[in-house]
Structure formats: structure tokens, C-alpha cells
């Protein structure tokens, strides 16, 4: 059973601080990447942050200088710190991971952004 367990989210005003967690859990071996990805009704799911098993990363402009993706020793939990927060990051924030089959590449359920003018 491979489950990625997320936490965090919730409502914050402009300019606020909140932190994402997700942890890989169950039988999931050699992860190639984790991060973050974000939705909002109509549109497309979009990058928001991603880092691989080498510390290399990568962000979306939107987000760049603001955001910041860390991951653990162990490569199985990764933590999306997100500071100087708009009304546009407003979104639901899932949580993706790319590993070694029968893995492979695995989703979050979701967890809701909300960021008040």
C-alpha cells in the first residue's frame, strides 16, 4: 500500500507564512522526486515546486523567491515553506511523487491554500 501523507494548508491573510508537508508512506522505494503541484477550478494542474532525489530543484516563476522545498534524510518527506503569500496562490496544493515501479508516480488527495486579501 503506498499512501503520500500530506498536512498543513488552511486559510491565511496576504502576506502570510504556511508550510506543506508530505510523507511517502508504504511500499515505495528509490524516489526520484517529490513536490508540489496546485489547481484551481478550470485550470490546469501546475507546478509549484519540485525537488529530486540529488537536492536539485525546481520552481515556478510565479513562486521563485518566496517559496522554498526541503526535503529529509531520508528523501521520504518533503516540506513546501510558503512565505509572502497572495490571493493568487489560492488554490488546492497536492503533493506528487515519482518513484521506482510498481510505484511510480503517485498523487496526494489535496489540501486547500486559501489566501485572503
Known amino acids: 500500500q503506498v499512501q503520500l501523507v500530506e498536512s498543513g494548508g488552511g486559510l491565511v491573510q496576504a502576506g502570510g507564512s504556511l508550510r506543506l508537508s508530505c510523507a511517502a508512506a508504504g511500499s515505495i522505494f528509490n524516489i526520484y522526486a517529490m513536490g508540489w503541484y496546485r489547481q484551481t477550478p478550470g485550470k490546469q494542474r501546475e507546478l509549484v515546486a519540485i525537488i529530486s532525489s540529488g537536492g536539485s530543484t525546481n520552481y515556478a516563476d510565479s513562486v521563485k523567491g518566496r517559496f522554498t522545498i526541503s526535503r529529509d534524510n531520508a528523501g521520504r518527506t518533503v516540506t513546501l515553506q510558503m512565505n509572502g503569500l497572495k490571493p493568487e496562490d489560492t488554490a488546492v496544493y497536492y503533493c506528487?511523487?515519482?518513484?521506482?515501479?510498481?510505484?511510480?508516480?503517485?498523487w496526494g488527495q489535496g489540501t486547500q491554500v486559501t489566501v485572503s486579501s
Open positions: 506528487y511523487c515519482s518513484a521506482q515501479v510498481p510505484a511510480g508516480a503517485r
